[in-house]
Nanobody, 122 residues
């Protein structure tokens, strides 16, 4: 089990940059990590993911504007956002996932942070 806390959200002008942080306790080292976002009236969507080993994955729609990274020593995952647009306005959530095997079955455990609001507006 891991407790996730996001930070770094706020108001930013179009074209600006923002870096979000997610800290997990007691550790994030055994989890694949990801950032999701949910805008009003839309489904929650993944915007970036990173494996335990550091392999990253991004939807094509991000167009290289988002970068995810992790520092296991600090139990922190980062999301660097650049060239932000009003369409990026959403609540951004940190996610941790771990595949477990028990009783001859496999399950994926997922944990969510409380979310941090990112608003891109003039």
């Amino acid at each position: 089990q891991v407790h996730l806390v996001e930070s770094g959200g706020g108001l930013v002008q179009p074209g600006g940059s923002l870096e979000l942080s997610c800290t997990g306790s007691p550790t994030i080292g055994i989890y694949a990590m990801a950032w999701y976002r949910q805008a009003p009236g839309k489904e929650r969507e993944q915007v970036a993911a990173i494996s335990i080993g550091g392999t990253t994955n991004y939807p094509d729609s991000m167009e290289g504007r988002f970068t995810i990274g992790r520092d296991n020593a600090k139990n922190t995952v980062y999301l660097q956002m650049r060239n932000l647009e009003p369409e990026d306005t959403a609540i951004y959530y940190c996610n941790a996932a771990r595949l477990v095997e028990a009783d001859e079955e496999q399950r994926t455990l997922v944990y969510w942070g409380q979310g941090t609001q990112v608003t891109v507006s003039s």
